[in-house]
Nanobody, 125 residues
Framework: QVQLVESGGGLVQAGGSLRLSCAASGGTRSSYVMGWFRQAPGKDREFVAAINWRSGTYVAEPVKGRFTISRENAKNTVLLQMNSLKPEDTAVYYC???????????????????WGQGTQVTVSS
């Protein structure tokens, strides 16, 4: 019923920037948590960042200071601005939505109810 669609991935040189977007549709409620995860080849999916329904943000330590998450409520869209990209940021990035009424997002993927198809981010050295 709820669908998430990511966009904005691509190829970028180390030190460059990309902006990812995630659009939610299909009956989503107004209060929810939306997060970003990433998965590199041969590695587990890991938490990147999340934003709650009051625009409180949470960012994982490996990307803190470089990535910024924000929300556009009018279009049910979440953005992930990625600056100073490194080759180790290369991964498939997934958008996820948690319908629980909580202000503190979970870093565990099992807590999220809906997932997008993923968008590839490749950082060359």
């Amino acid at each position: 019923q709820v669908q998430l669609v990511e966009s904005g991935g691509g190829l970028v040189q180390a030190g460059g920037s990309l902006r990812l977007s995630c659009a939610a549709s299909g009956g989503t409620r107004s209060s929810y948590v939306m997060g970003w995860f990433r998965q590199a080849p041969g590695k587990d999916r890991e938490f990147v960042a999340a934003i709650n329904w009051r625009s409180g943000t949470y960012v994982a330590e490996p990307v803190k200071g470089r990535f910024t998450i924000s929300r556009e409520n009018a279009k049910n869209t979440v953005l992930l601005q990625m600056n100073s990209l490194k080759p180790e940021d290369t991964a498939v990035y997934y958008c996820a939505l948690d319908e629980r009424l909580t202000l503190v997002p979970s870093r565990g993927e099992d807590e999220y109810d809906y997932w997008g198809q993923g968008t590839q981010v490749t950082v060359s050295s």
